[in-house]
Nanobody
Framework: QPQLVESGGGLVQPGGSLRLSCEVH????????IGWFRQAPGKGREGVSC???????NYGGSVKGRFTISRDNAKNTVYLQMNSLNAEDTGVYYC??????????????????????WGQGTQVTVSS
């Protein structure tokens, strides 16, 4: 059973940076698209960013220009570099994997059933 493990969350001041990691176990990352999603308290889950097997990327409007997604297939890990963080970025961040050929252009829809495996999430809190 594939397993996705997020890490790198924490408490950061507004304007600060964090780098999240999504380490994938039980599958070869090179064949999978990865999406990052987040859920703020009292809100639904929203798409943040994703990267296809061909390294095509997609970003949500609120994070474009501030967040950068990258993948290291050799390390079976996808990263999300988050800069210029603000309070609206607070939430639990999840990564999800989907079979690459099913997601040639990865999507940011959290309800997209092509994302078949999800991690447990890592908390990001932006506060002074």
């Amino acid at each position: 059973q594939p397993q996705l493990v997020e890490s790198g969350g924490g408490l950061v001041q507004p304007g600060g940076s964090l780098r999240l990691s999504c380490e994938v176990h039980g599958l070869s990352l090179e064949h999978f698209a990865i999406g990052w999603f987040r859920q703020a308290p009292g809100k639904g889950r929203e798409g943040v960013s994703c990267v296809s097997t061909e390294s095509r990327t997609n970003y949500g409007g609120s994070v474009k220009g501030r967040f950068t997604i990258s993948r290291d297939n050799a390390k079976n890990t996808v990263y999300l570099q988050m800069n210029s963080l603000n309070a609206e970025d607070t939430g639990v961040y999840y990564c999800a994997s989907g079979w690459g050929p099913d997601l040639p252009f990865c999507t940011l829809h959290p309800g997209d059933g092509r994302y078949t495996n999800w991690g447990q999430g890592t908390q990001v809190t932006v506060s002074s």
